[in-house]
């Protein structure tokens, strides 16, 4: 999947000179974490976080200060330079991204000019549309020995029955890496024929997994 | 759980509602979805004398305009034209027709209808003061939306029905559902509705259909905080569901003060159901109705439907719970002891399985569930998060 499948195009942004009160009633109206900082010709030269504004704004236990901290321009605060990402790069890069930077929110461009933005809720978003779960369906698992060839056999169990796959995701077992875990979301409510055709062909299914409890 | 001190005896006059063409609603020979259990029910009541004809109502059929309240008319008119081998496969895979799961027949959209109308004659006869309590077991199927058919459902006679009510007589409506399956359709049909508040108890999503019904769906704009879910874990045994069940239950009803309460009375929750993999016995389906019958005539001044749902084990299981909440209905007692000889003689000839010969289920029925303790404290958890807006309105007003 492309960022630009799962981008917001609507983007709340900032000049540098705008000041650190904007940002902190921008972020409290939209209810939004970051906001890019562009230039005139819309390039991104910073970003806030709402941790960086609030770090910029007086204590809550100073009463009747003047607040004019909150008077600087952002640019003072903001972060730079930017990590950025392109509308072709793949979503599994700007999760590696959120997961080794350690940060929530990537602004997208294209010829140095901002035409997106793509945040952890996004990415999150874009998983459970990975997972189907967000669909009426069924989970099954199969476990199954990890040699290639092995995912069109099982899927070929179910084209068998006019049930309509959701979602597959495989993941690896843990106890033994010869075997993977097939999970399979199909849109039916009886699941029962497919799981007995899973077995009479040779495949362990667990439905559902609980340690201790035989399938 | 209730004791035998709550088991005062009541003699309250209910209408059962029935008609042998409730079978019509027929996907395919196999399917797991078989109204046989109606059948069955009727005349296992039948058996021990406590139904007579007299207290039958007869179905109506539910007109297109009532449908409506519910359903799109693209969808009506895609069913009717299924039902009349007019639709194509491919045009019926929009509205979920044509599927696994719900197949077309011939004559599917009037099969439905007369399910839809059963409840909407319940309803009259209870909301007009002809019977204290109705119960329609053709009806509650719950998954049907409102231009698509799923899980076994065409038409959403729950929710067709709820809307009805909250055009016709303006009531505020409880709906709970005790399904092990979702009550997915009905929710969403009143996600954003104030005067419908839904209660769904059902085996977690994360392996069973439909998937959704997970604790934080809460409803939306003006309805949020009118539905309630208990996803509670797959295995869950008589009394942890129990416990969390009437402690919600009770919380709900004393929160939302509706004016007409609505059940939906599944019955594949029972270890013996093949697609569910909750391990409840016959227990349950004694403490359900008496539990609705019971809150009924405390808030509702006794005005309580109850419908019937999901049940794949038409031969051990649904037949008893059916006939319990009949018996519960009239009388606040179940059947306790042995199952009239005749029922069993007549049915056992068609069961590929042994009827069951009595109203419990024997002690150790279910194989022993490791982890019950945990289980036990997962649906706990959950209940306190279920309830949590409630929780948080009781201390708000206490302040």
Redesign the interface.
């Known amino acids: 999947m492309l960022v630009e499948e799962i981008m917001k195009e609507r983007v709340i942004t900032l000049s540098p000179v705008d000041t650190i009160e904007t940002a902190l009633k921008l972020l409290q109206e939209h209810h939004i974490r970051h906001i890019p900082i562009i230039n005139d010709s819309n390039q991104v030269i910073g970003i806030v976080s709402d941790r960086d504004v609030r770090d910029a704004s007086p204590s809550v236990f100073e009463k009747d200060t003047e607040r004019k901290e909150l008077k600087n321009p952002i640019k003072s605060i903001m972060t730079t330079p930017v990590t950025t990402v392109h509308p072709l790069d793949f979503v599994e890069e700007v999760a590696s991204i959120f997961y080794e930077q350690e940060f929530a929110c990537v602004p997208v461009t294209r010829d140095e000019k901002l035409v997106g933005i793509i945040t952890e809720k996004d990415m999150l978003y874009t998983l459970i549309q990975l997972t189907g779960?967000h669909?009426?369906?069924?989970?099954?698992e199969v476990k199954v020995i990890n040699r290639p060839g092995i995912l069109p056999q099982v899927t070929q169990v179910f084209g068998k029955?006019?049930?309509?796959i959701s979602s597959v995701l495989i993941y690896p077992y843990k106890p033994d890496p010869k075997y993977k875990v097939i999970v399979v979301?199909i849109?039916?409510?009886?699941?029962?024929?497919t799981i007995e055709d899973l077995k009479s062909e040779g495949y362990e299914v667990l439905?559902?997994k609980?340690?201790?409890?035989l399938s | 759980m209730a004791k035998d001190a709550r088991d005062t005896i009541m003699n309250c006059h209910s209408g059962f509602v029935y008609s042998n063409d409730f079978t019509n609603y027929r996907f395919r020979e196999d399917h797991p979805f078989n109204q046989m259990r109606v059948v069955m029910t009727k005349e296992l009541l039948e058996a021990t004398g406590k139904l007579s004809d007299k207290e039958l109502i007869s179905p109506r059929l539910a007109t297109e305009e009532e449908l409506s309240l519910a359903h799109s008319i693209s969808y009506i008119n895609a069913v009717k034209k299924a039902g009349k081998g007019e639709l194509s496969e491919e045009q019926g895979l929009e509205y979920g027709i044509g599927t696994e799961d719900t197949p077309m027949f011939q004559g599917m959209h009037e099969a439905s209808q007369l399910l839809v109308g059963g409840t909407l004659s319940a309803i009259d006869s209870v909301l007009e003061g002809r019977v204290k309590h109705a119960l329609n077991i053709g009806g509650g199927l719950h998954h049907g939306f409102e231009r698509k058919a799923s899980g076994f459902c065409i038409y959403n006679d729950g929710a067709v029905g709820i809307k009805y009510i909250r055009k016709k007589y303006d009531y505020k409506v409880l709906y709970v559902d005790t399904d092990a399956h979702h009550g997915d359709g009905v929710q969403w049909a009143f996600y954003d509705d104030p005067n419908v508040c839904t209660f769904s108890i059902h085996e977690t999503g994360r392996y069973l259909f439909p998937g959704t019904g997970n604790v934080n769906e809460r409803g939306l704009k003006e309805g949020y905080g009118y539905s309630f879910n208990l996803p509670i874990d797959a295995f869950t045994e008589d009394d942890s569901f129990l416990e969390v069940y009437e402690s919600a239950f009770r919380e709900i009803v004393d929160f939302f003060r509706p004016d007409v309460i609505i059940t939906q009375n599944g019955a594949d929750a029972h270890f013996l159901d093949p697609l569910t993999h909750l391990c409840s016995t016959m227990k349950i389906y004694e403490e359900i109705p008496k539990l609705a019958h019971e809150l009924a005539h405390q808030y509702c001044d006794g005005k309580w439907i109850a419908l019937g749902g999901g049940g794949y084990d038409i031969w051990r299981v649904v037949p008893r719970a059916w006939a319990q909440i009949w018996k519960i209905m009239n009388e606040n007692i179940p059947f306790k002891g042995d199952l009239p000889v005749e029922w069993i003689q007549k049915w056992q000839k068609n069961s590929p399985v042994p009827l069951s010969t009595t109203w419990h289920d024997p002690a150790n029925a279910c194989k022993p569930i490791p982890r019950r303790a945990e289980i036990t404290e997962k649906n706990k958890k959950l209940l306190d998060k279920s309830l949590q807006l409630i929780y948080n309105q009781k201390k708000f007003n206490s302040l």
């Not at chain 1, 669909?135 to 099954?140: K, N």
């Not at chain 1, 849109?187 to 024929?193: D, E, L, R, V």
Request: no cysteine; net charge positive; hydrophobic share 30%.
């Open positions: 779960t669909v009426q369906s069924s989970q099954i029955r006019k049930v309509n979301r849109q039916t409510m009886n699941p029962i024929p439905w559902p609980m340690p201790g409890i």
